[in-house]
């Protein structure tokens, strides 16, 4: 009798245990509609497509062969977990939103989520850490790591790695390889070598061999140049590896999107109570012709788009960030000793133009943050100017790069700091509301922010020619057109744009604008956040009021810093701080965000009683 064919319904949350009672063919077929449901749920709310579509048949045999939530999966980054998500008992309905799943894996969210992260290449280290806290506790349970290729070329995912030869705890991590280019091992031979590699009797034998020559100084020696032999005699069937190089176990390439073969290779690598690493082959972007062929990153973190024609509506050509690039462009041109530098953030800082045009002065460093701001510091102490363009939530990763090298020895590096202040649906690991207290911190460094497209060009202006450290913070969306002609600014230097009598009102940014007109007070535009304009607060010590507002950091920072030096100056009216909490800011629009704390414009206008 032939079997029923099952079909999913994935617009109510799934059973976690129906997939243990599924056969290949059925775990396909699920994999299949899970791909439909991301990519219809994207269609509607934005969010990481490609990464996704790339994982489903991986994901799947996760959730089929092992025991999860007891064994505990971590998927580097997160942002790749949508299929995870709806094995896991939820549904993408609302993704991304305020009163949705998150984006990322998330501890609060559900018990298969035991860990949590938002930037890359965490999840070995990660993973370490578990892996030595349950055998410390006497406790049985796998770990599974999930890291993507460009992850684990991060130097964080590097420094685990070289901590993984001598960590004797069991630990599976998944490399799934959809672009880099690990060469696959060639000859008939290599399949009975990686069988040998990952039995039993070969692992035990391997462990009481390394035990037993190291228990002496001749023994270890010996063990050192028995495992150089082996390695040459390996090296004759195998292409260089890295793992392998490094001592580590390892099994592959298995293709990614075959779960019978996904499931026979987790139960060959099963009985390693070492980290192994198991590489898998997938393709980014799976099952939609339009991100499989992207070569760019478009289809990589998306909004929301049109399905069926695969038509992403146009990027507007006024964003703050392709003013920026426009700008720096334009300088590229006409001056030879500048260059741009980004990791990985080509695309959502709308670099491709430079890229194309100046393809021997455009570096994109990948996920390396720390090395471009020392790469940066090399390039201006030898009298190149350098433009660091990255997003305000990954800079905080090369903080001590930017204090060691740039700053301390006061180097000419640019630093444009993308997606600054509320950013969005992604989250707290992603808001840009930290970067001026942090940067504040570190000496020789000037911080800076526009208003509007007039602000914009006078900031780039001065960065031309500025000697030192300059961090330039712009937000995501939409840049203020102002065509009115620019004047030169100075360093530290504020605007008062609106004259008022007993209130002023201290902030910057484009929601400074959005106040012109509707409110009676002094506007006082603070194109420097730092150094500040000691003059202008110097012309306020007889305001009744005075109305800090920074909807772009949190109260620790910027707004913290003004109080302090109106207090220092012998002001005695009232002050008050409309401004961020010191928190980790929950997913939702910017608007609901900013209403949420009481920083968009119309708390403001209502607390002037306009």
Known sequence: MKKEKRTFNLDTPLDPKLVKELDN???????????????DSVSKTGGHLSGNLGVVELTTAIHKYFDLPNDKLIFDVGHQSYAHKILSGRTLDNLRKEDGVDGFQKRNESEYDPYEAGHSSTAISAAMGMAVARDMK????????????????????????????????????????????????????????????????????????????????????????????????????????????????????????????????????????????????????????????????????????????????????????NIYAELLENEMDANKNVVSITPAMGYGSSLQNIENKFPDRFYDVGISEEHALVFASGLANSGIHPYVTIYSTFLQRAYDELAHDAARMDLPVTIMVDHAGLVGEDGETHQGIYDYAYLRTIPNVAIAMASDEKDAKRLFEFSKTYEHPLAIRFPRGNLLENKEEQTPVNLGEWDIIQEGKDTAIISYGPHIQELKGKVDATIINTLFLYPMDEEVLRSLLLYKGVIIYDPYGVEIGFAQDVECALRRLGYKGMITIKAIPNEFVAKGTVLQQEKRYGVDVESIITLLGN
């Open 25 to 39: 063919e059925e775990l396909q077929a699920l994999s299949d509609a899970i791909r439909e449901k991301i990519i």
């Open 138 to 321: 006497g406790e049985d349970y796998r770990i599974v790591a999930v890291v993507g290729d460009a992850s684990i070329a991060n130097g964080l995912s590097f420094e685990a790695m070289n901590n993984l030869e001598s960590f004797n705890h069991k630990l599976i991590i998944v490399l799934n390889n959809n672009e880099m280019a690990i060469t696959q091992p060639v000859g008939g031979f290599h399949r009975l070598l990686e069988s040998v590699r990952v039995s039993r009797r070969y692992i035990r034998g391997k462990t009481r061999y390394k035990a037993v020559m190291g228990r002496t100084k001749f023994g270890r020696w010996f063990y050192k140049v028995s495992a150089k032999i082996k390695g040459f005699l390996a090296n004759l069937f195998y292409r260089g590896n890295i793992f392998i190089d490094m001592g580590l176990y390892y099994y592959g390439v298995v293709d990614g999107h075959n779960i019978k073969k996904l499931l026979k290779a987790f139960k060959k690598i099963d009985n390693i109570n070492a980290p192994i690493i198991l590489h898998v082959k997938t393709v980014k972007g799976k099952g939609y012709a339009p991100a499989e062929n992207d070569n760019s990153g478009i289809w990589h973190g998306v909004g929301p788009f049109d399905k069926e024609t695969g038509t992403i509506p146009a990027k507007n050509d006024k964003s703050w960030a």
